[in-house]
């Protein structure tokens, strides 16, 4: 058989292997499609509720690169010799939750903190549970970061559940770099790292055949798609029908939680933390706290870590000892890298 044989042979089998994989992208996305409310088990936000504080500091503005306004609470004096701590909620929330960890790092430590509302997240945003692309959460971060960064102070990125992976994220990023410390508590590294529970203990339900399918499309440049929900979140009806229940945020897309968490290469963007303290609590729901280190250390030996005995996944925000670990840690950390 001569080439001239072969090449339109070779050619329709490359047709078709394109057409099956694009209806089976295309299969699994329309396969799944989000529920109207999520149900049963989820964690325990008695220990959140509990301990929120009826006005949080109120919000101030600033401006992102592509011109969007968006919101931050700030506290401490804004001391150039002391770190400036930028802390990033976790999934479903915003920074007025943990407004009483942020008053108390701050007294404590006598550093600096901020507390983003993530865009799409937080009282009012302008598309609640969507961005415009993946790698915006890093752009935001940096941008709020210049904005109010003091000329050689001292950065610390630090964040809780998946707000701790974006932290991880972002030391593997563009602006890792700028980085001279991180606070990790209870951090989502990956739905397949082994600190990952099922579902993060019932909190979450991702639309695992959707999501399989976009990343297809996306592994062939597509992302028209990207907007689509990809995962939601099991709040509790109490939180939901509370006073802060319409600043809860219940689903996201596709792109803003694959920005959300580490890279596929999540041990990568381990590697890169600069120092760093992970906090979690012993009974977390939501991952295997034991597991963090035997997990990062081989890859990164620059972290400390504690775990606390007694608390769960939410209530690890609120506990006395936290602040303290904290504080601690900001204060030792090295003025120069």
């Given at each position: 058989m001569s080439v001239s044989d072969v090449l339109p042979i070779v050619l329709r089998v490359a047709v078709i292997s394109v057409i099956i994989y694009?209806?089976?992208?295309?299969?699994?996305?329309?396969?799944?499609?989000?529920?109207?409310?999520?149900?049963?088990?989820?964690?325990?936000?008695?220990g959140q509720t509990a301990n929120a504080r009826p006005e949080p500091a109120p919000l101030q503005t600033y401006q992102a690169r592509d011109g969007a306004t968006l919101g931050y609470r700030h506290y401490g004096s804004g001391n150039a010799d002391a770190p400036l701590l930028i802390f990033i909620h976790g999934s479903g929330w915003h920074g007025g939750a943990y407004d009483g960890l942020a008053r108390a790092i701050a007294g404590k430590a006598g550093v600096e903190v901020a507390l983003p509302d993530l865009r799409g997240h937080g009282p009012d945003p302008q598309?609640?549970?969507?961005?415009?692309?993946?790698?915006?959460?890093?752009?935001?971060?940096?941008?709020?970061?210049?904005?109010?960064?003091?000329p050689g102070q001292q950065l610390v990125?630090?964040?809780?559940?998946?707000?701790?992976?974006?932290?991880?994220?972002?030391a593997g990023g563009d602006y890792g770099s700028t980085l001279d410390g991180a606070v990790l508590l209870a951090p989502f590294l990956k739905y397949n790292a082994p600190t990952t529970r099922p579902n993060s203990g019932g909190w979450a339900r991702p639309l695992t055949r959707r999501i399989i399918g976009l990343?297809?499309?996306?592994?062939?440049?597509?992302?028209?798609?990207?907007?689509?929900?990809?995962?939601?979140?099991?709040?509790?009806?109490?939180?939901?029908?509370?006073?802060?229940?319409a600043t809860a945020t219940a689903s996201y897309s596709f792109r803003l939680n694959t920005a959300y968490a580490p890279r596929n290469d999540y041990l990568a963007d381990?590697?890169?933390?600069?120092?760093?303290?992970?906090?979690?609590?012993?009974?977390?729901?939501?991952?295997?706290?034991?597991?963090?280190?035997?997990?990062?250390?081989?890859?990164?030996?620059?972290?400390?870590?504690?775990?606390?005995?007694?608390?769960?996944?939410?209530g690890v925000i609120s506990d006395e000892r936290t602040a303290d670990l904290i504080a601690g840690f900001l204060k030792d950390l090295p003025r120069s890298r």
């Open positions: 694009f209806l089976i992208a295309f299969g699994l996305i329309l396969s799944q499609s989000p529920t109207e409310s999520v149900s049963g088990e989820t964690i325990d936000f008695s598309t609640r549970g969507d961005i415009g692309h993946i790698g915006q959460f890093e752009e935001d971060i940096a941008d709020l970061a210049a904005s109010l960064r003091k990125l630090g964040g809780h559940s998946s707000g701790g992976g974006l932290v991880v994220r972002y990343t297809m499309l996306n592994a062939v440049g597509i992302t028209a798609l990207n907007g689509l929900t990809a995962i939601q979140f099991n709040f509790p009806a109490e939180v939901l029908n509370g006073p802060d229940g381990i590697a890169a933390l600069p120092p760093f303290l992970l906090l979690a609590g012993e009974d977390d729901e939501s991952f295997v706290a034991s597991g963090y280190e035997p997990l990062m250390k081989p890859v990164n030996p620059n972290g400390q870590y504690r775990l606390l005995d007694g608390q769960s996944h939410l």
